[in-house]
């Protein structure tokens, strides 16, 4: 009797029941064979934090080549944000790559090339068949009106199963065709257990084929990366100052490698990622006026707390700049205005300005100037509303939860939309 597994059911506890151990060399089982190189079109669910949320679904290409050891992942995520003049065009989408071999790593966001070898410096290609060959057999099972065979892996020492449907491919005799393929890990954030679980439905199996992209893949895109063309004649602009926001922890005031925002962009992080995902540790928003050279990097992102914070890109000197969330184009933005979803910026260490100097005399790009900081939640709060402006809008821009935004740091009067200031840096 066969057993029966609906789609997108969760397989930790059965991989569980099933699984024991592996330890040592494979098992004496006949292994499914899958050829070392393929690519397919699959249905992949990937969930996104706090703990809790639910999986997002998208469309995804892979490719995979064990011998050369490459492998990537193309990806196209509609946004439900996106502006109306956006949607039924291409810049509705989030379309996103993953590169990686032996010794790169590197993303691709709507056109912008990002270096992720300092983050992965040995490389982060994984084959994700090459556990099957220490799999236990998990006896034949329905799944989409298909008799598929189960393998399965646990691995206790890091609390992971992993979990594959296959057939026989009629298109390579002998070897086996993917149907269904989950990983789980149990990963502790916050101090609590969480399972963070992918799934992946295969909807198009090419085996021994090789997706286009690498004909034209060039590591330099990545590792030196171009900022903005300068304007006729080759004179870098003249500086100019402008206002940004952070939405930061309390007493966190570190600039150098930051990601800052226009007061549009930033809204909108608040609104669909701030607010809507948790990142309440971020519990301070601070108004800045930057003077720094208008000529604009490859954005960085920026990750982490303090002097301990890391950024990915390889733009160390310039100001770098994107639309916000990289939702602009081409190259997420970078060399344009992006008036319906805002502005990002990133802060390179190595171009802010040291005591004495000023931006544009060679050494340095950037040197803030602090204006005001608030409470995030006096945003929040009964007088202000602006968790429930991000909701009517529910697409950028959103400018009436960007107004309550501003309001705040206008004046000092609640009753007109303002925020108390808070100590700034160096302040008690």
Known sequence: ??????????LHALARARLATIHGAPTPFDKPQIPSAWSASVGRAQPFFPPGAPATWSLANLDSDAQL????????????????????TPHEYLNYTRLAYDKFSGIVMNGQTLDMSRSYPRGSFQDIFGWIKYATPGGDVMYNQTTCQAWSLYAPSSNASLYLLTTADAKTPGYAK????????TISQGGQPFLYRVKYD???????????????????????????????GGAVPAPTTRDIYVFHPAADFTLANQDVAD????TLFMCVEGLAKGYMRNNSVTHWSVEWVPRWGQYENCQGWGAARTCLGDEHFWVGHEAALGVGYPTAGQCVANPLIGEWWSLPIAGKCADGATPGDGTCTWKPTHVKTIDAACLLDDDHKFA????AESRAPFKAAAAIFEAGFASEDVAKGGCPGLPGPGRR
């Open 69 to 88: 050891k490459r492998s990537a992942s193309l990806s196209s995520q509609k946004l439900d944000f996106a502006p109306m003049p956006y949607v039924g």
């Open 202 to 232: 295969f909807l198009d199996w090419r085996p021994n084929s090789a997706l286009p992209l690498w004909a034209t893949f060039n590591e330099s895109d990545f590792t030196s990366p171009a900022a903005c063309p300068l304007p006729p």
């Open 388 to 391: 429930e402006a991000c909701a």
């Open 178 to 185: 993917p149907v269904y393929f989950e990983e789980n890990v």
């Open 1 to 10: 009797m066969l057993s029966s597994l609906a789609p997108h059911e969760s």
């Open 263 to 266: 007061a549009l962009g930033d």
